[in-house]
């Protein structure tokens, strides 16, 4: 029901392991870590191979090739979180200072563990393993150590924010891993402190730079001494959502750093647009800008480069609804072009996908196995196809039909017209919609539906969309954008009550006085693929198949129409209407 947070490497010989954490509904006592594997570069992945399933909760696992090159396989557990079957005595224990949930809210990093297993064979499909060895306590780590220029190891753990106030600290590592101490630690300031998630790489000066996941983005500190003491933790000014990013020095020497969004853009708190850049200059200034996985949902990064100079990035895609990990090959040169130009590149490689539904979320895409319940094809539905380019005129009047029997008011009765060729409409009412009656809308058992239409937003801030299967006024579905912003959202109005199937932000923005072609495809019933591109270039694609699905079942068909979301006059422009079933 949940899968994410991934991890990756590749052995000498081209080897890919995968890790990530999975189980229950969300991060919980339920997470379980899981390990993969693939011998033809990606191509296929192995079904689990490995699970790390105590009684309690395990994750935030990641994966690192030693320079003996032994894979340390590394996940943290985290023993307070007990089991369903120790609950009764937890609570029986803590009941008479305080409740259970309160005493694990407050103490549920109290007793971290950092476990590590090690193999000498990861080039072997079946490696023999290590025993599972305690590394340290109170801390946590999912990001890879780094080999200072010195053959001194440093692991960037932390302590994770808890009331507690523990510190950043680092591991380090002498003896190549025989044992590992606490050096300094890194002041951060609280007020801004978030899940600490921090890496660390050495600069060309031998001076230490640590990045961090902050309440801002990515804060920095640094260390002059190896690590004995930090600056206190700084804004970088590197715009980014409060999210695991990835930075990792490449066999060239140049630094690669994986962030969502553009090195000037601040997406908000989106987790979407998630690219790549490269600096020769230690960070000073950033270059390139490769797209790796536009959509929103996608997040936490990991990476690593294999001995051909191959860039492997690993990523999840929508942890609760899609619930997959993916991956992500490139090199330098298509870093630096910000587009692909190499034979190596590939993008969305499927490395695991999770099938079970997840109760908490009403979007999600549908497993193979997925059977509608109820299907039924809608009285009057017949193969065929409708469009309107509304090129004729149409005056502004209440309960206007376009002058077209056809199109009806679909809810809040405003006044719809024809100028120039395209419609408008004037209503002081949030959400006036039409819908076109010639054809009705129908998916499942062998038949499916594509809907389109231009929409133009004429003003900042301006909802517009389409509405499908629409059975009345308070039973359809709403698909809508925001004009001067990347913002999309599908609604489902069930008994005249809205409820929010899913969110996010395209790849860019949808410009004022730009028509843009909103599509909903279906095939598969409940199952929804949404795309919109510019009308004027097709070929700029803003938002690519996005999948969701109505867990409810609510209208397998119905018309199809569209809606201006604001409570305005002649703020949106609608042209080119198509419809087409089979």
């Known amino acids: 029901m949940f899968q994410g947070i991934p991890g990756i490497e590749c052995a000498p010989g081209g080897r890919l392991w995968a890790t990530w954490y999975a189980g229950g509904f969300g991060e919980s006592m339920e997470n379980y870590v899981l390990l993969a594997t693939s011998g033809d570069d990606g191509k296929t992945w192995s079904k689990p191979v490995l699970a790390i399933n105590p009684p309690f909760r395990a994750s935030e696992p990641g994966l690192w090739l030693d320079p003996d090159k032994r894979l340390w396989f590394f996940f943290n557990l985290y023993p307070v979180r007990k089991a369903g079957e120790d609950l009764k005595s937890m609570e029986e224990k803590y009941s008479e200072s305080r409740s259970y949930k309160e005493f694990v809210s ?8 950092l476990w590590a297993m090690t193999t000498d064979n990861p080039d072997s499909p079946g490696p023999v393993w290590s025993e599972p060895r305690l590394l340290t306590t109170e801390v946590y780590n999912l990001n890879k150590p780094t080999v200072l220029s010195n053959g001194t190891w440093v692991w960037p753990s932390a302590s994770f924010k808890s009331v507690r ?3 950043v600290s680092p591991l380090y590592s002498a003896d190549n891993g025989a044992s590992f101490r606490y050096r300094g630690d890194v ?91 490269l600096s020769d200059d230690d960070g000073e200034t950033w270059s390139g800008g490769l797209m790796l996985d536009v959509r929103s949902g996608v997040s ?17 895609f929508e942890r609760h609804g899609a619930k997959e990990i993916l991956m992500a090959v490139f090199t330098e040169a298509d870093v630096a072009a910000g ?36 299907v039924v094809k809608p009285e009057g539905f017949r193969a065929d196809s409708h469009t309107d380019d509304f090129n004729r005129e149409a005056s502004f009047k209440t309960e206007s039909t376009l002058n077209s029997e056809s199109w009806a008011n679909a809810r809040s009765a405003g006044r719809w017209g ?52 629409y059975q009345d006024k308070d039973n359809f579905y709403l698909f809508k954008i925001k ?90 422009l609608f042209d080119n209407f198509s419809l087409e079933v089979f």
Not at 108 to 113: A, E, L, T, V, Y
Not at 300 to 316: M, S
Request: charged residues 20%; negative net charge; proline residues 4%.
């Open 106 to 113: 407050q103490n549920n990093f109290i007793g971290s563990q």
């Open 165 to 167: 106030h523990l510190p």
């Open 187 to 277: 002041p951060v300031p609280m007020a801004e402190r978030n899940a600490d998630e921090p890496m660390i790489v050495e600069r060309k000066d031998g001076s230490l730079w640590m990045l961090n996941r902050m309440s801002y983005g990515i804060g920095e500190s640094i260390s002059y001494d190896q690590g004995g003491s930090w600056t206190e933790m700084s804004d970088t000014f590197i715009p980014h959502t409060a999210s695991r990013f990835y930075i990792r020095r490449l066999r060239s020497g140049k630094l690669l750093l994986v962030k969502h969004g553009a090195m000037d853009a601040n997406i908000g708190r989106d987790r979407s647009q998630l690219m790549a850049f």
């Open 300 to 316: 936490y990064p990991d990476g690593t480069q294999a001995e051909d100079g191959r860039i492997y990035i690993i990523y999840d």
């Open 339 to 374: 587009k692909a130009v190499s034979e190596a590149a590939r993008f969305r490689v499927l490395v695991s996908k999770a099938t079970a539904f997840n109760p908490r979320h009403g979007s999600e895409v549908a497993p193979a196995d997925f059977i509608p319940a109820d």
């Open 418 to 469: 024809i100028v120039d060729g395209a419609v408008s409409v004037e209503s002081t009412l949030a959400n006036a919609a039409v819908y076109n009656n010639a054809l009705q809308t129908f998916s499942g058992n062998g038949a499916g539906f594509t809907l389109s239409v231009d929409l133009c937003g004429l003003v900042l801030g301006t909802w517009g969309g389409v509405i499908f299967n």
């Open 483 to 572: 004009f001067g912003t990347p913002d999309y959202q599908v609604f489902m109005r069930k008994n005249g009550e809205d409820v929010k199937i899913t969110a996010g932000k395209a790849g860019s923005i949808f410009n004022t006085g730009v028509f843009h072609t909103v599509t909903v495809g279906s095939s598969n019933a409940y199952e929804f693929a949404l795309s919109i591109s510019e009308a004027a270039d097709p070929q700029k694609v803003i938002l690519n198949n996005c999948l969701v699905v109505d867990q409810t079942r609510s209208f397998a068909g119905g018309y199809g129409g569209f809606v201006q979301g604001n409570r305005a006059s002649n703020r949106m």
